[in-house]
């Protein structure tokens, strides 16, 4: 008798610990990252500090870009102010170590999502915010029209990069013999190549854009040849293991690409957020609270665009300036890559 309550009494406690087990295994343990980030009262970024356009340390010393703009709209929808971001220079060397030691909470630079820095470097890409590809600058004077006609050539390539394992494969593979001259700098890269010690610079066409730009009254001296040999989806990079900030990054991007499909702007929230569209009215937090799951209160979006912007508006102010176009990174209703799942 004694034996048989018991065991009726362990089997009574198994089903009751299976019962609230796991609910509790299905719910949210939250965010280290967010709390740190909460409790030093700001976003700390790594980015780069030489890129016009996207990541560039300007005169006044402040940084400006469309990877620096997009960890402002992080700062926005975690802490309600996108000034709160203390940003810290990377380079193609240290930026994965910095982000997997916690130096920094998160990397928005040129990084390119490849399969082994995801399996292997315990890292994750929360979405591609600019879409590129690899390409060649080179120097006017060779008379150089294709990238076939560079055997032999001597080229500028940052060590540590997807760029330099594309060149080398690109140049393995179509039998052409390489000369590459590897130089960390951007600046010492611009200075190569004006004294013509490289026959070309490759990386992707956003940084040879910027590039090309940052070389002032010289620039007419150099093209961008026009084909590609590399896919370059450059995306906002975390860690591992913290759900809840992958998914605020990445709704961050979400909610700026939606904006811009709703016709939303920073000038324009103020009259928006009476919009009886239900779409816009779950993006603005007017209807429902759906940065609850996410650590951030319902005004998270709205935060975002007020601060910030949409899409559209952080490119038209970075990037557009030096005469990239959107191409592939439009938005998918006009013929681009850009699109966001629903807010619902």
Not at 224 to 244: A, F, H, Q, W, Y
Request: hydrophobic fraction near 45%; charge should be neutral; glycine fraction near 10%.
């Amino acid at each position: 008798m004694t034996r048989r309550f018991l065991a009726g009494l362990a089997a009574c406690a198994s089903l009751a610990f299976a019962a609230f087990a796991t609910p509790a295994a299905a719910q949210s343990t939250g965010s280290a990252t967010l709390d740190a980030i909460r409790a030093r009262g700001a976003l700390v970024c790594g980015t780069s500090a030489d890129l016009p356009g996207f990541a560039m340390l300007d005169q006044k010393g402040e940084f400006t870009g469309l990877y620096t703009d997009f960890c402002r709209a992080i700062a926005a929808a975690a802490l309600g102010d996108a000034t709160k971001v203390r940003f810290v220079p990377t380079t193609y060397a240290n930026r994965l170590t910095a982000l997997q030691s916690g130096e920094i909470d998160i990397l928005s630079s040129n990084t390119t999502w490849t399969q082994p820095r995801e399996a292997a470097l315990g890292l994750m890409f929360t979405g591609v915010l600019f879409y590129d590809g690899q390409g060649f600058l080179v120097s006017k004077k060779l008379g150089v029209k294709s990238i076939r006609e560079l055997d032999g050539a001597s080229v500028c390539v940052q060590p540590g990069t997807t760029t330099e394992k594309n060149l080398a494969d690109f140049f393995r593979a179509s039998g052409m013999r390489l000369n590459p001259v590897v130089i960390e700098s951007v600046e010492e890269i611009r200075n190569a190549m004006i004294a013509g010690r490289c026959d070309a610079f490759t990386v992707g066409t956003s940084t040879l854009a910027a590039f090309r730009a940052g070389l002032g009254a010289r620039a007419d001296d150099f093209v961008v040849l026009p084909e590609l040999i590399s896919k370059e989806p450059l995306g906002p990079v975390v860690r591992k293991g913290d759900d809840r900030f992958f998914d605020l990054v990445r709704w961050t991007q979400y909610a700026m690409t939606l904006a811009e499909e709703f016709g939303i702007t920073s000038k324009n929230l103020a009259q928006r957020m009476d919009d009886p569209q239900p779409d816009v009215q779950r993006l603005l937090g007017r209807a429902g609270d759906f940065g609850k799951d996410m650590g951030v209160n319902a005004a998270w979006a709205a935060n975002i665009i007020r601060q910030v912007g949409s899409y559209a508006e952080i490119w038209d102010r970075n990037v557009a300036p030096m005469g990239l176009p959107r191409g592939r990174n439009a938005l998918y209703t006009q013929g681009g890559l850009h699109y966001a799942p629903p807010v619902r």
